[in-house]
T-cell receptor, first 109, second 110 residues
Framework: RKEVEQDPGPFNVPEGATVAFNCTYS??????FFWYRQDCRKEPKLLMS???SGNEDGRFTAQLNRASQYISLLIRDSKLSDSATYLC??????????FGPGTRLSVLP | DGGITQSPKYLFRKEGQNVTLSCEQN?????MYWYRQDPGQGLRLIYY???????QKGDIAEGYSVSREKKESFPLTVTSAQKNPTAFYLC?????????FGPGTRLTVL
């Protein structure tokens, strides 16, 4: 079983739609969780950290479920500019970051 | 302007040649990392360094070497022993628990 798993997609959604991605992780000692966004042929950029209580940043909401070992990212009112690959990243304190393979999102006009 | 720089952006080399990719950061971060990304795949860790003059192998270190003589710099050498060197190489640094990436170097071996 891979350490961090994501549905590769692509998710093709119309503008204005709400879309959700899940990510599962296998190491129960994981303590830090992140969502990164990667545009085609560019470097990943931090979108948001994921906290136990859940957190929201504008149209983006991230949640963590430790019992089931998954994190989620919800995007409301999708924009064309949201089209990208979304990477789930997990970290055990004192160890390295583990990246999921990414979920590709295409927002269509 | 703080950040991470990588050079060059594109690099072409002949098979059998060693090549060194540059990574510099002025964020005063202790930890630095090198990843490789192949088309349609996630990032795989090559080497990392938590502090100057110390570095550790990642998951796919074979055929690569690094040095960390200065806090700001973490160059990666792709040696001729690396069987499939053509890839997108990403350097990152971190403070606490967040990683920040450079723009990457796209290496093509002909």
């Amino acid at each position: 079983r891979k350490e961090v798993e994501q549905d590769p997609g692509p998710f093709n959604v119309p503008e204005g739609a709400t879309v959700a991605f899940n990510c599962t992780y296998s190491n129960s000692a994981s303590q830090s969780f992140f969502w990164y966004r990667q545009d085609c042929r560019k470097e990943p950029k931090l979108l948001m950290s994921v906290y136990s209580s859940g957190n929201e940043d504008g149209r983006f909401t991230a949640q963590l479920n430790r019992a089931s070992q998954y994190i989620s990212l919800l995007i409301r009112d999708s924009k064309l500019s949201d089209s990208a690959t979304y990477l789930c990243v997990v970290n055990v304190i004192g160890q390295n970051f583990v990246f999921g393979p990414g979920t590709r999102l295409s927002v269509l006009p | 302007d703080g950040g991470i720089t990588q050079s060059p952006k594109y690099l072409f080399r002949k098979e059998g040649q060693n090549v060194t990719l540059s990574c510099e950061q002025n964020l005063n971060h202790d930890a630095m990392y090198w990843y490789r990304q192949d088309p349609g795949q996630g990032l795989r860790l090559i080497y990392y360094s938590q502090i100057v003059n110390d570095f550790q192998k990642g998951d796919i270190a074979e055929g690569y070497s690094v040095s960390r003589e200065k806090k700001e710099s973490f160059p990666l050498t792709v040696t001729s022993a690396q069987k499939n060197p053509t890839a997108f190489y990403l350097c990152a640094s971190s403070l606490h628990n967040e990683q920040f990436f450079g723009p990457g170097t796209r290496l093509t071996v002909l």
